[in-house]
């Protein structure tokens, strides 16, 4: 389902990136049966303001659950915001993921593009 289906899967590098997250203090690792989420502390490139980024989410049921954690933990961790990526599916209609940020409070700042080599 996922946009980056056509591209190669390196499992141990997953697997390491989620060690080193559950081993950084400013790592966050969220697991329940049916979804994770993945991401870390950072400052903002262009300022000081520390945020949490999501790197990866995904869930099969209880996402919204997810994200209400993965923002407590932001919060325990003193960060100031929390950026979310939404993918993108050209057959399918992205307002639900506008609409489901939108109602958690999130604005949108920056939309990502990707062009293949």
């Known amino acids: 389902m ?8 390196d499992h141990n590098k997953v697997m ?3 060690v080193n ?7 966050v690792v969220l697991i329940h049966p049916k979804g994770f989420i993945l991401g870390k502390v ?3 490139v262009f300022g000081k303001s520390k945020v949490l980024y999501e790197f990866a989410w995904w869930a099969e049921d209880q996402g919204t659950s997810l994200l209400r954690a993965f923002e407590k933990k932001g919060e325990e961790l ?3 915001g929390v950026v979310m990526a939404s993918l993108f599916y050209a057959d399918q209609n992205n307002e639900r993921y ?3 940020f939108a ?10 593009w990707y062009k293949e080599k």
């Open 2 to 9: 996922s946009p980056w289906v056509d591209t190669d899967y």
């Open 16 to 18: 390491n990136i989620v």
């Open 21 to 27: 997250l559950i081993k950084s203090s400013e790592g």
């Open 42 to 44: 950072s400052e903002l």
């Open 78 to 80: 003193g960060v100031s």
């Open 98 to 100: 506008n609409k489901m």
């Open 103 to 112: 109602k958690a409070g999130y604005v949108p700042r920056e939309t990502f």
